[in-house]
């Protein structure tokens, strides 16, 4: 898909501008401890012809974050992932976009607490035989911590809720399109590689 070739070319980019022009950062991966919520479906073309579903979606990938644990309000932090996803008996897989716009207002030689805004995209493709493709937009309001184990590692635990508008359709001339919003909620947990970042 467009967004996934997107996603990944951003990343490339992205990534050695910041390492490159920060002279600190740290670097690691997650994983998903809890990804669940509910997700509405609304036919484009027909009212009223809609459905519920659960969602349970699991994600791993990559951290990059500028501010780990030194003492400085401000950290950005990007999460690329690959995602496998179930709406009810619908399973997809794909690939997730996230910056996260931390703000540490708890710092010392331990621990860091943050909390900020969020974004996310996130494009999707249909296992089996169904021809749908689904991607999204995702705003979430996100709280982390980072335990720093010692000078080189931290881990990482962030949780948040997120709610996403997307669009789902089968790519078919006359195929169905859906408008799609999620509710979820989110525990992620990582570990990281710190260079230069010290309290």
Avoid at 15 to 34: D, H, K, M, R
């Amino acid at each position: 898909m467009l967004l996934k070739n997107i996603i990944k070319s951003t990343s490339l980019i992205i990534l050695p501008l910041v390492c490159s022009n920060a002279g600190a950062f740290g670097i690691g991966a997650y994983t998903t401890a809890i990804n669940s919520g509910s997700a509405e479906w609304d036919r484009y073309y027909a009212s009223n012809t809609g459905f519920d579903t659960d969602l349970d979606q699991k994600e791993f990938g990559f951290v990059l974050d500028s501010s780990i644990a030194r003492n400085k309000l401000y950290n950005w932090r990007m999460q690329i992932g690959s995602v496998d996803a179930s709406y009810d008996n619908l399973d997809f897989e794909g690939v997730i976009f996230i910056n996260t716009f931390g703000f540490g207002v708890v710092r010392n030689e331990n621990f860091r607490f943050w909390l900020g805004p969020q974004i996310s995209l996130k494009s999707l493709e249909a296992k089996g035989n169904n021809n749908l493709d689904l991607v999204s937009f995702g705003l979430a309001y996100a709280t982390g911590l980072n335990y720093h184990v010692n000078k080189v590692v931290s881990l990482t635990a962030d949780a948040g809720l997120r709610t996403s508008f997307g669009v789902a359709e089968t790519g078919d001339f006359f195929g169905d399109e859906f408008d799609i919003k999620e509710d979820r909620f989110f525990v992620n947990v990582g570990i990281l590689f710190r260079f230069g970042d010290n309290y």
